[in-house]
C-alpha cells in the first residue's frame, strides 16, 4: 500500500451478502410505516402535484429528478426571486417533460413572496432550491403548509440556521411529511454500499479520513449595468458568504457528509482550519475565500483532513478516502476498497444517478403512505460545513460546545430590493474577506 491508489483487483468479498443490508445505511434508512393523513396523493387522485422554489440550474434539474421518479408526477407551480428565471426555467422544462409540465400561467411566480404563492398552490410536495440563505425558512414554511418537501444543501448557513432546519425536520415527523435532503451522496449505490462495508469492519478501524473537493470556481454571472448592488449579489449569490456560504457550505459539504456517515454521523470535538484568497480576488468572486483546509478531530482521536480550492487551471478531485487498520476506502464516482479485503463497486449496467435515486425515494415513499425523513443528517452535517468556514474564517480552534452556543446568523430583518446587503464593495469594486485573528462570530 505504498502508493495512494484506487486499486483495480477483483473484489474477494461477496457483493450479494451486502446488498441486503444496504437500506440500513442508505438515505431510505428514514423511511417509517407510518400512513400519511393527507394520504400519498393530491385529493384521492392518482396524481402528485409538485412546486419548484428556485429555477435556476439546480432548481431546474430538481425538478427534472423529481419528474424523473415516475409520469404520475406534475410540476404545477414555479417560483423565482427573478421572474425570466422561472419563464425561461418553465420552457426548458417543457421541452423536456411535455407532458409533465402543467403551469398555468398565472402560477409562475416571482419576487421575495413568490415561494409563499407556491406554498399557497395546490401542491402535495415542493422543491427547494433557491439561493442556500433561505433554505432553512422556506423548509420551515413548508412544513408549516403541510408539504412534503425536498431542500437543496446546503441545510443552513449557520448555527441558527441549521437548529431552524433541525426544528422544522422534528415537525415534519410530527405530520407525518417527508424530508428529503439534496446531500446525493447518500443515495449513491456505490457509497451506500462502500459505508456498509466499513461500518462493518472491512478496513478494521478508522484512522483518520480525507475530503477533497477542488477545482475551478462555482457559478459565476457577470455584472450587468442595469443591476442594483443588490440585485448583482441574488444574480451572482454563489459568491456572497451571507447568500451561499463558500466552500465548505456549497461544494466540500458533500465530501465531510460521506466522512461523517463513515463516522455513524456524531459530531466531533473540535476543529481549526486555514483559509484565504489567493487568486480569486476580482469582483465577480465577491467576498469567498478561494482555497480552505479544516481538521477535525472526534473524541475517539480519528482525524478528518477536509480540503477544498476554487482556483481556476488547477487539479481538480472531489472523493473521500477513509484510512483503517486494515485497509482503505475510496469514495469518488466508482468507490472501492484495498488491504486485507480488496473489493471495487460494480455498477449496474443501468445504473440510477444519485439525483434521481433520492427523488424516488421520496416518491415512492409518498406512494406508499410512509415516511422518509433525513432531518438527523442535514443537520449535523450543516453544522460541520459551518464549523469548517467558522475556523477557517477566525483562524481559531472551536469546540462542538461553542459551535452550539453560537448566535451569528446571516437573517436579515426583512427582505426587498431596496435592502443594503450586508456586504459591500471597497472604493476599488473589491469585496472585503474576512481576516483570520481578527474576524469573530458570535
Not at 201 to 214: F, L, P, Y
Not at 305 to 324: D, H, K, M, Q
Request: with cysteine; glycine share 10%; charged share 20%.
Amino acid at each position: 500500500m505504498s502508493e495512494f491508489h484506487v486499486p483495480r483487483r477483483p473484489a474477494t468479498a461477496s457483493r450479494r451478502e451486502f446488498l441486503g443490508r444496504s437500506a440500513s445505511v442508505a438515505g431510505l434508512a428514514a423511511i417509517g410505516s407510518l400512513s400519511l393523513a393527507r394520504g400519498a396523493h393530491a385529493a384521492g387522485s392518482d396524481v402528485i402535484k409538485i412546486g419548484l422554489i428556485g429555477c435556476g440550474g439546480r432548481g431546474s434539474g430538481a425538478a427534472v429528478n423529481a419528474m424523473n421518479a415516475g409520469p404520475d408526477i406534475r410540476l404545477v407551480a414555479m417560483a423565482d426571486l427573478f421572474e425570466d428565471r422561472a419563464r425561461g426555467s418553465l420552457e426548458r422544462l417543457k421541452k423536456l417533460k411535455p407532458d409533465q409540465v402543467q403551469v398555468a400561467e398565472d402560477h409562475v411566480f416571482s419576487g421575495f413572496d413568490g415561494y409563499k404563492k407556491v406554498l399557497a398552490s395546490d401542491i402535495d410536495v415542493v422543491l427547494i432550491a433557491c439561493a442556500s440563505h433561505f433554505h432553512p425558512a422556506y423548509l420551515t414554511a413548508a412544513v408549516e403548509a403541510g408539504k412534503h418537501v425536498f431542500c437543496e444543501k446546503p441545510n443552513g448557513l449557520d448555527v441558527p440556521g441549521a437548529n431552524m432546519t433541525k426544528a422544522a425536520a422534528e415537525e415534519a415527523k410530527k405530520r407525518n411529511l417527508c424530508v428529503v435532503s439534496g446531500l446525493c451522496w447518500r443515495y449513491d449505490k456505490g457509497v451506500q454500499e462502500t459505508i456498509q462495508r466499513i461500518q462493518d469492519g472491512q478496513i478494521g478501524d478508522i484512522i483518520a479520513m480525507q475530503a477533497t473537493r477542488v477545482g475551478g470556481p462555482y457559478v459565476l454571472r457577470e455584472r450587468q449595468p442595469e443591476w442594483t448592488e443588490v440585485q448583482y449579489q441574488f444574480q451572482n449569490w454563489y459568491h456572497f458568504d451571507w447568500l451561499a456560504g463558500s466552500a465548505p457550505t456549497q461544494t466540500l459539504i458533500h465530501q465531510i457528509d460521506k466522512a461523517s456517515w463513515a463516522m455513524r454521523d456524531v459530531a466531533p470535538a473540535t476543529a481549526w482550519g486555514l483559509g484565504g484568497r489567493q487568486v480569486c480576488t476580482e469582483p465577480k468572486y465577491g467576498d469567498l475565500y478561494d482555497h480552505q483546509s479544516i481538521v477535525y478531530e472526534y473524541a475517539n482521536g480519528v482525524r478528518l483532513y477536509a480540503f477544498s480550492r476554487n482556483i481556476p487551471g488547477c487539479f481538480g478531485e472531489a472523493t473521500t478516502v477513509v484510512l483503517g487498520s486494515k485497509g482503505r476506502a475510496f469514495m469518488p464516482s466508482r468507490p472501492a476498497i484495498e488491504g486485507e479485503k480488496p473489493w471495487q463497486y460494480e455498477k449496474p449496467e443501468k445504473p440510477v444517478s444519485m439525483t434521481d435515486a433520492e427523488h424516488v425515494a421520496l416518491f415512492d415513499a409518498i406512494r406508499a403512505g410512509k415516511t422518509i425523513n433525513n432531518g438527523h443528517y442535514m443537520y449535523l452535517t450543516t453544522m460541520l460545513a459551518t464549523m469548517g468556514e467558522m475556523v477557517c474564517d477566525t483562524g481559531q480552534q472551536m469546540t462542538w460546545e461553542q459551535l452550539l452556543a453560537s448566535t451569528h446568523s446571516f437573517s436579515l430583518p426583512e427582505y426587498n430590493w431596496d435592502i443594503t446587503p450586508p456586504v459591500q464593495p471597497g472604493p476599488d469594486g473589491i469585496y472585503p474577506t474576512p481576516m483570520p485573528g481578527i474576524m469573530k462570530y458570535a
